[in-house]
Each structure stands twice: as structure tokens, then as C-alpha cells.
């Protein structure tokens, strides 16, 4: 199909297509690398190229875009913030595994801002208690001990269900309050099995089996989630840092 100089609705609309026939991130980021420059005439096509470059991992890029592009309200679909704290997350925690700590904190404290260039504000049960237990644990490999308490303090008092339950579970954790976070991942792991067949459903079994400290169980759980939705972010995030 020629879509070069085309308006980047065709585009945008052809994504969605393979979006909801769960084609993989690597086909459609070829998709859209094939006509940049049509790609970037419109933010929604420039959010969807950046999104799939997190899913691939390739954070550096997706940053350039989402730094470098001003983006709007969209009616019916989800706007840029939240990928831009997963991307920013991502590459901390990559910083983190590699040893640099510094890199990772800047990363980790740019996740709790919202850049002048995204219109949205921050949508209910934000990524801030996620965000939050990640500064804890930069904060504790650099030997900031009360800080870090601090934080891991902030999560496990922080309310919410799904994702924000596994951090506050794992903040629990680092808090020695062990009994407290077992009963928050055995709830989610329940949670998960009755929409087992949907995608977040198994992704919550995960988590709860990742909290349970069960990794081969929870890999699996992972792959299962991609199997249902070969473009979900958190199945996709935690499965490369699964052993």
C-alpha cells in the first residue's frame, strides 16, 4: 500500500487494524517505520510509533518522540503519559541492573512530572505509587536508607487495586510486613483467575504469583497474557526482567 505523503489517518486507522488482530509490536513498528514521514504529521500516529518502540525496547527513541511532539486530547484513546512513565521506568530500571544509580534516580523522579507538552492531566490511579517504589529502591542501592523507607512508607499506604496492589505489596515488602503483602498477592492472584480468560486477568494472576515469589509460574502467566494481547505493556515489561 502506498501511504507515503498520504494523510497519516490512513495510517493511524491501518495500525488500529492490526492493533485489534493482536499483531506483533516488531510487524507493526516495520508498519509505521516504512512511512515516517507521514508518521509524523499527526500525534496519534507519532504516540503509536512510540509506544511500540517501548514495547520492543527501545526507550531511548520513544522518549525522543515523546519529548519532541506536543500531544493532544484524544476522544477514545488512551493518551501519552502513561507511556511515557513506563518508558522513562523501563530505562531506569535497565540503569538500575547495569549499575548506575544516578541515571536510574533521574529517570525514576522525571516519572513523577508531567511534561508542558502532554495536555492530559494525570488520569485516576495514576502510575504514582509504581513510580514511587522504584525511587525507594534507587534510594536503597545508593545507601539512602531513610529515604528509601520513606518512599517504600508512601506505596504501602497508597490505596488501589490490580498494578498499584502489587507495588504496594512489594513495599510491604521491603518493609518487613511480609504477612501484609502475602494476603495482597494472594488477592490478586484470585482476582486474576476469575477473568482468566481475558488478558489483565492472567496479567494479575502474575503479579500475584510474582509477589508469591513463584517466577516460573508467574513467566508462564506472562506469556499467557501476550497470548490474548501480544501489545500489553506490563505483561510485556515484567516478562524481560523474569529470570
Do not use: C
Not at 492490526?18 to 499527526?42: G, Q
Not at 493532544?72 to 501519552?80: I, N
Not at 539512602?144 to 523507607?149: F, G, P, Q, V
Not at 510491604?172 to 481475558?198: S, T
Amino acid at each position: 500500500m502506498e501511504l507515503d505523503g498520504a494523510d497519516p489517518t490512513l495510517l493511524l486507522e491501518l495500525d488500529q487494524l492490526y492493533e485489534k488482530a493482536r499483531v506483533a509490536a516488531d510487524a507493526r513498528l516495520a508498519s509505521l517505520t516504512a512511512h515516517l514521514e507521514t508518521v509524523r504529521r499527526k500525534d496519534r500516529t507519532i504516540a503509536r510509533l512510540a509506544r511500540l518502540l517501548v514495547e520492543v525496547g527501545r526507550e531511548e527513541e520513544a522518549l525522543e518522540l515523546l519529548r519532541g511532539n506536543h500531544f493532544h486530547v484524544w476522544e477514545g484513546e488512551a493518551g501519552v503519559h502513561g507511556l511515557y512513565v513506563e518508558a522513562l521506568l523501563r530505562r531506569g530500571r535497565k540503569s538500575l541492573l547495569a549499575g548506575r544509580a544516578a541515571a536510574a534516580r533521574v529517570d525514576f523522579q522525571s516519572a513523577l512530572l508531567h511534561p508542558d507538552n502532554m495536555e492530559e492531566g494525570r488520569p485516576a490511579g495514576d502510575d504514582e505509587p509504581r513510580v514511587r517504589y522504584h525511587i525507594g529502591l534507587v534510594q536503597k542501592a545508593m545507601g539512602l536508607l531513610k529515604e528509601s523507607r520513606a518512599a517504600f512508607v508512601a506505596v504501602a499506604a497508597a490505596s488501589g487495586e490490580g498494578e498499584t496492589g502489587y507495588y504496594h505489596g512489594l513495599a510491604l515488602v521491603e518493609l518487613g510486613r511480609r504477612a501484609e503483602a502475602a494476603a495482597l498477592f494472594d488477592a490478586l492472584l484470585e482476582e486474576g483467575r476469575k477473568r482468566r480468560d481475558q488478558a489483565d486477568g492472567r496479567y494479575l494472576m502474575a503479579l500475584g504469583l510474582l509477589g508469591r515469589g513463584e517466577k516460573e509460574a508467574a513467566a508462564d502467566e506472562l506469556r499467557k497474557t501476550l497470548t490474548l494481547d501480544p501489545n500489553h505493556l506490563g505483561a510485556l515489561g515484567l516478562l524481560t526482567a523474569v529470570p
